[in-house]
């Protein structure tokens, strides 16, 4: 493959006045975007494990996904089961119905490949340890009597607070790593555009 510094002073050839010149450059150009097309295609089709975590950030950064397939990737995933994108279903975990506009591409891609690199802001999980039983969820509401919490799945749980020994908040993500590994490269960079169109 031609090296970027390369490519860069032949493109500056397309400009000469020689036709010789521009016709050698495009033929060189031509087969440079080929054998780019070419490693994009053959790249696409790994799935994000086996293209690592790095190569798949990067390769959602800097390319286009079908918002369609990411929209059904979405419910296939089970991401449903934990996200609302519509603001008049049960609010579970973060709402994602304006991704687009609140978070980065980066960010999104990010949180998704790792979970717990940030924990959105309002989410914490709490764990309260009870006489007979451990709760792990988010903080919804606390009363004289209970604590109401909800887990990913939307499940409200209670905790008796004269049955709590220890309530903490828990340096982890409920979403756990390695939902999307399964996908190949396009299928997650759709996964992504389709969480950025929401806005």
């Not at 521009?22 to 490693?39: C, G, V």
Request: glycine share 6%; aromatic share 8%; hydrophobic share 40%.
């Amino acid at each position: 493959m031609l090296d970027e510094k390369f490519i860069a002073r032949t493109k500056n050839n397309l400009s000469w006045d020689s036709p010789e010149v521009r016709q050698a450059t495009a033929a060189i150009m031509d087969l440079y975007n080929n054998a780019n097309e070419i490693k994009k295609e053959s790249t696409k089709g790994l799935s994000v494990a086996e293209a690592g975590v790095e190569k798949a950030s990067n390769y959602a950064l800097n390319n286009k996904g079908d918002v369609a397939l990411g929209a059904k990737l979405f419910n296939k995933q089970n991401c449903v089961a934990c996200h609302a994108v519509n603001s008049k279903e049960q609010q579970k975990g973060p709402f994602l119905g304006s991704a687009g506009s609140q978070f980065e591409r980066k960010f999104i891609i990010e949180s998704i490949l790792d979970p717990l690199a940030t924990i959105a802001q309002g989410f914490p999980t709490y764990l309260i340890d009870c006489k007979n039983e451990q709760v792990i969820g988010f903080l919804v509401k606390e009363d004289n009597v209970n604590y109401y919490l909800m887990n990913m799945a939307g499940i409200y749980l209670e905790a008796n607070k004269e049955s709590v020994k220890s309530k903490k908040i828990l340096t982890i993500s409920q979403m756990p790593p390695g939902l999307v590994y399964d996908l190949n490269l396009h299928e997650f960079t759709s996964l992504i555009e389709y969480l950025h169109s929401m806005k």
